[in-house]
């Protein structure tokens, strides 16, 4: 088992920055593809990044101005969001996977940390 623990949402202005903290437990993440996913008020969750020992990837409506990264040691994986948009306001989510990076078929999920992006 995996237990995941967002951290570091909130408000911020439009061209603001946030980073999120994803801490996980029970296993070693190293092991693990991580990843963030997002959802809006009535959207569906979609994918925004992910990494793992094989690499990284990110949606191509974060390129450019989000950016993940872990701390084995911490067990602790973080999205770092600068150049935040309204349209990113939406629940994050971590999850975990065993092996590769992937955009989908996470096992694990944390709780979710809200993001508001004000114009």
């Known amino acids: 088992q995996v237990q995941l623990v967002e951290s570091g949402g909130g408000l911020v202005q439009a061209g603001g920055s946030l980073r999120l903290s994803c801490a996980a437990s029970g296993r070693i993440i190293s092991n693990y593809a991580m990843g963030w996913f997002r959802q809006a008020p009535g959207k569906e969750r979609e994918f925004v990044a992910a990494i793992s020992w094989s690499g990284t990837i990110l949606s191509d409506s974060v390129k450019g101005r989000f950016t993940i990264s872990r701390d084995t040691a911490k067990n602790t994986v973080y999205l770092q969001m600068n150049s935040l948009k309204p349209e990113d306001t939406a629940v994050y989510y971590c999850?975990?996977?065993?092996?590769?990076?992937?955009?989908?078929?996470?096992?694990?999920w944390g709780q979710g940390t809200q993001v508001t992006v004000s114009s």
């Open positions: 999850a975990a996977r065993p092996g590769a990076v992937s955009r989908a078929n996470y096992n694990y």
